[in-house]
Every structure is written in C-alpha cells, then in structure tokens.
C-alpha cells in the first residue's frame, strides 16, 4: 500500500523489484491497469450487456457490446447497378468505359457510382477497404454484317487498366445476341473506383437495351454487382 497516491491506490509487484513493472497491477480513481498478460476463467462486462450480443472494440481499445447485425454491418460493402440506355461504339478498336445510370438501392450499401470527368456515371466507388467481387453481364448484340468480329472487354482501376484482366468475345451473324458475363477479384482502399472498359473491331456491335419483350421483364444492357468478401 503506498502513502504516496499519484500514480495509485493499490500496487501489486512481483515482489523483487519495484521498478520492475512488467507484471504489476495499478489501482486508482475509477482504473485498474495491469501490465503483463492477463489470464482469467470468467470474464463479465455488465455495462451494455445484452443476450446475444458480441464485444467489440473502437480504434482506442475501448470496448462495448453490439447487436451481432450491427457488428457485422459495420465491414458489410456492396452495390448494385444497371443500365437502361444502349451503349456503341463510335469507332472500332477504341476504349470505351460502360455506364451504369441505375442504382438498385435496396441491394447497395457502401458502395456508389460516380461521374467520370466527362460527366458520365462509370466510377464504381468503395468506402471501405477490401478485397471485392466484381461480376457483370453485358447484353451484346451484332445489328448488320456476316463476318467474325470481337469485342473485349477488362477492368480498370482509378483510370489505370489493371493488367491480365481482358477477354475476347466473338459474334459472327447478323442479329447475333451475346451475353459476356463473368467476374473480378480486385483490391481497393476507401475512395478507390473501378470502372468496366469494352472495345469492338466492328462498331455494329453494341451493348442492347431491349424493352417489350413479355413475359420477360425488360433487359438491361448491363448489370453489375460488387460485394466486400475480405
């Protein structure tokens, strides 16, 4: 017990060395501090405690109980978006970034799209960072010509084109209908944006808004979701 209070109460020490503090316990005020691993078989934090709720911590250490919805919400990051409009290509071989002018907003948290410097809606934006899932499908469609063309389509990464990530989609016929549809693996920080590019060596190639199609409900040329998964 020390008559000295400044730094506690009560001081607990390993007995040989009072300047030795690697394994002591400080009691003071309204704290207990311990340096040195604690070891216990019960633990019970009554402030905040409700059944079925987990322990969380803030940046600080600080700790508090969480609905187990709340806590898992916290790192939930997802979207997803569409297109109504037809997009093309006005010229051959040249990169264009596909748009997405719809947000299903019930199915997106975290995650939005913004618009490139040409004012066009592209920038799929994070708020956390992540791993993401990327997945697509775009509704291709051959309008005139008979003879073999391609069109590619890959990933860019805030306005860089992120290496190994195109692949080749080939129509042949006249009124050909393609869907490309496939999916991304991609690191991004808080404030980082993907955007989706194509290119065609033939500009009768578009990516199809089609309408009036019953019983089928109408067809987006695009759709894209992105999900947090790390």
């Given at each position: ?170 129509l042949q016929a006249n009124s050909d209908y393609v869907v490309a549809a496939w999916n991304f693996f991609i690191k991004l920080k808080a404030n980082d944006y993907a955007e989706l590019m194509w290119s065609t060596t033939n500009t009768n190639i578009q990516i199809i808004r089609e309408t009036s199609i019953s019983p089928a409900p109408d067809v987006p040329s695009v ?8």
């Amino acid at each position: 017990l020390l008559g000295d209070t400044t730094e506690g109460a009560f001081i607990v020490g390993n007995g040989t060395d009072e300047s030795n503090r690697s394994n002591l316990i400080f009691a003071g005020g309204n704290e207990v501090n311990i340096s040195g691993k604690t070891i216990t078989t019960n633990f019970q934090m009554t402030s905040g405690g409700t059944n079925n709720y987990v322990l969380t911590s803030d940046n600080d250490g600080n700790a508090s109980w969480q609905n187990v919805s709340a806590a898992t919400s916290l790192n939930l990051c997802y979207g997803s978006f569409y297109d109504t409009t037809t997009q093309t290509a006005a010229t051959q071989n040249t990169a264009y970034i596909v748009q997405f002018n719809s947000t299903s907003t019930g199915e997106t948290s975290g995650v939005t799209v913004n618009n490139n410097t040409g004012s066009t809606p592209t920038q799929i934006t994070v708020s956390k960072d992540g791993v993401y899932d990327v997945q697509f499908s775009l509704q291709l469609y051959r309008s005139a010509g008979g003879t073999r063309e391609k069109t590619a389509i890959w990933l860019r990464k805030n306005g860089l084109d992120v290496p190994e990530t195109a692949t080749l989609v080939t129509l042949q016929a006249n009124s050909d209908y393609v869907v490309a549809a496939w999916n991304f693996f991609i690191k991004l920080k808080a404030n980082d944006y993907a955007e989706l590019m194509w290119s065609t060596t033939n500009t009768n190639i578009q990516i199809i808004r089609e309408t009036s199609i019953s019983p089928a409900p109408d067809v987006p040329s695009v759709i894209l979701t992105i999900n947090k998964i790390d």
